[in-house]
């Protein structure tokens, strides 16, 4: 579970997250909201990129904004970028041990953990193929597969599915259904394509211009008229 | 046991690659050549482990430094020091210089934890002109004894001690090969932080930062454990070079040579180590080719350094040790092709 308290952050004259509370209690959690809404910037505030003027962030009640920007993947934290980030000089495995390798997890385990959440993305290449060399699709699964290993405890993943074809979106959003029983990960899911975020996440946050403007079961909340008109609705104007 | 024994194809080809060009630089080189290319072959392995950790630094963790061959200066300078001033045995000699020279690299280093790109490249820059001049100020040792090897008069002497070499490796032929071997171990050194752990963080920085933090690498140790590897490396071999050229001279490092080394390192490939063996042939075998042999002003190496950096930016980024292999293969399979053309030619015929 994660709990948000009054989460504020400034950049000279924006404030891109605006008292934010919100809980994010577990399974799959779904992030929606227009560009510019904070989403990332949260994610940014998980990660230790951006220092909040005020507010506090527990994880499974520890302080998660007292904690060093890199020790937070040895706590348990995982995320995606928008723009994919997979290292490109690497092999696939290189890719998922190296999180492996600085996620304290026992190193006797590290060549059947790797290979273990490689073939839970579905990823058909070996895994010494260097990155360099893999299309889109296996590039995200990639960057899943990194998001999964070494005992995780919190996902965020950042529109996953940016640039993918409807028909591997769907297959990527098998695979993020799976995150939180395999395991035991909250996942947050950051995304635009509604289809996915109501296919994976059982509880949905809406954030509009950095507040919080609806939370709560995933139908529920598709169906709040300010979330319509707030995001769904700017469809409609055009 | 099967899967212990199944080794793969590329592993293999690798390792028969390997030993091939250590038997060719232990045993072939000294058979063939004469006194000249003795000292020059020396100072190609030297060489090439200067351009090994320009190759770990920028090739590997994304740093770009343009004062590799400043810290190779340095090493060689702290060599000779010790040499003078005390009786240590040359492996310590070895050792000592390389963890003096990796600690001053590490100082130098601390800059790349703000800066990136061109601004870590002129700041690295300035280090290895700062060090040519307080060199040239202090001048190399001129005769005197003890850890200053200065004598008052300041003129050189004639008598000024050679740096010792190891007492089994006194002739240039056997100090050759101790160079060689002491590379070798260098080169090993650096595969091994490559392969592991420290290598598959420095790519991830170098992929981008702060995707390296949010995978829990620690960016501030990593880089400087580059700087540390590649500066102790270094740091060595300007020892043997020390070692090599008996009395080392201030006039003979320019800070020119810290950007030949950066430009050969690109030629030969940052993204292999293989490289850095390419690198080490040009940045010293062509300029002796052209002087010694040739006669030719050295000075148009730069030009020839110049188109061949030219081409690599252009069309092989991966440089030769990535391009050579392939076009090998290619000329290879254009060989195959022609043989079999005209074995099938002379099968129509009657």
Redesign the interface.
């Known amino acids: 579970m994660i709990e948000v308290n009054g989460l504020t952050v400034r950049f000279a004259g924006v404030t891109p997250l605006d008292d934010v509370s919100v809980v994010f209690p577990g399974g799959t959690c779904g992030l929606i909201g227009p560009n510019g809404a904070g989403k990332t910037t949260f994610f940014n505030v998980l990660?230790?990129?951006v220092r909040p003027a005020k507010g506090a962030v527990r994880g499974f009640g520890d302080d998660l904004l007292a904690m060093a920007?890199?020790?937070?993947?040895?706590w348990g934290?995982?995320?995606t970028?928008q723009t994919e980030?997979?290292?490109?000089?690497?092999s696939v495995y290189?890719n998922v041990?190296?999180?492996h390798?600085?996620?304290g997890a026992k190193r006797s385990s590290r060549r059947a953990d790797v290979l273990d959440a490689i073939a839970f993305v579905g990823l058909e290449t070996p895994p010494k193929a260097k990155v360099g060399g893999l299309g889109a699709r296996e590039r995200r699964l990639v960057e899943v597969a990194?998001a999964v290993v070494g005992s995780p405890r919190v996902v965020l993943l950042d529109e996953p599915a940016a640039g993918l074809p409807d028909e591997q979106t769907e297959q990527l959003a098998q695979v993020i259904q799976k995150i939180p029983e395999q395991f035991g990960a909250l996942v947050i899911l950051v995304d635009h394509d509604m289809t996915l975020v109501s296919a994976c996440c059982q509880t949905t946050a809406v954030l509009d211009f950095g507040k919080l403007i609806a939370s709560g079961p995933t139908a529920d909340v598709l169906r709040n008229e300010h979330v319509i008109r707030a995001y769904l609705g700017t469809e409609e104007e055009l | 046991m099967r899967a212990v024994l199944r080794v793969e194809r590329g592993t293999i080809v690798r390792g028969v690659v390997i030993v091939g060009v250590l038997a060719v630089a232990l045993f072939g080189v000294p058979y063939v050549a004469g006194a000249d290319w003795i000292t020059t072959s020396t100072s190609i392995a030297i060489y090439t482990v200067a351009a090994l950790g320009f190759g770990i630094l920028y090739g590997r963790a994304g740093m770009i430094s343009l004062g590799q061959v400043a810290l190779l200066t340095i090493g060689c300078w702290i060599g000779t020091r010790l040499s003078y001033a005390t009786s240590l045995p040359f492996p310590v000699l070895l050792l000592a210089a390389g963890g003096i020279t990796c600690a001053i690299g590490v100082l130098v280093g601390l800059p790349a934890l703000r800066l990136s790109g061109l601004y870590l490249a002129l700041v690295t820059l300035m280090f290895a002109g700062a060090t040519t001049i307080v060199l040239s100020v202090n001048d190399f040792p001129n005769g005197g004894g003890g850890f200053s090897g200065r004598s008052a008069t300041g003129a050189l002497a004639t008598s000024t001690p050679p740096v010792r070499r190891p007492s089994w490796a006194i002739a240039d032929v056997a100090f050759y090969r101790y160079t060689v071997i002491v590379c070798a171990i260098l080169f090993l050194l650096a595969l091994l932080h490559v392969a592991g752990k420290p290598g598959r963080a420095w790519a991830s920085i170098r992929e981008s930062e702060p995707a390296a933090l949010a995978a829990g690498v620690n960016i501030t140790l990593y880089k400087l454990w580059a700087f540390a590897l590649a500066s102790f490396v270094t740091g060595v071999a300007g020892c043997l070079l020390a070692a090599q050229v008996g009395v080392p001279r201030a006039i003979t490092f320019q800070t020119q040579d810290s950007l030949t080394l950066a430009a050969t390192a690109l030629i030969g490939g940052i993204f292999s180590l293989w490289g850095a063996l390419v690198a080490g042939v040009f940045q010293q075998a062509i300029p002796f080719l052209f002087q010694a042999q040739w006669g030719i002003n050295p000075n148009f190496v730069l030009i020839i350094f110049g188109a061949g950096l030219l081409q690599v930016l252009l069309t092989a980024p991966g440089g030769l040790a990535d391009q050579l292999p392939k076009d090998l293969a290619r000329l290879g399979r254009l060989v195959a092709s022609r043989v079999r053309e005209q074995a099938d030619a002379e099968k129509k015929a009657p």
């Open positions: 990660s230790g990129f920007d890199y020790r937070r993947a040895r934290l995982r995320r970028f980030m997979a290292i490109e000089k690497l290189d041990a190296m999180i390798e600085h996620s990194r």
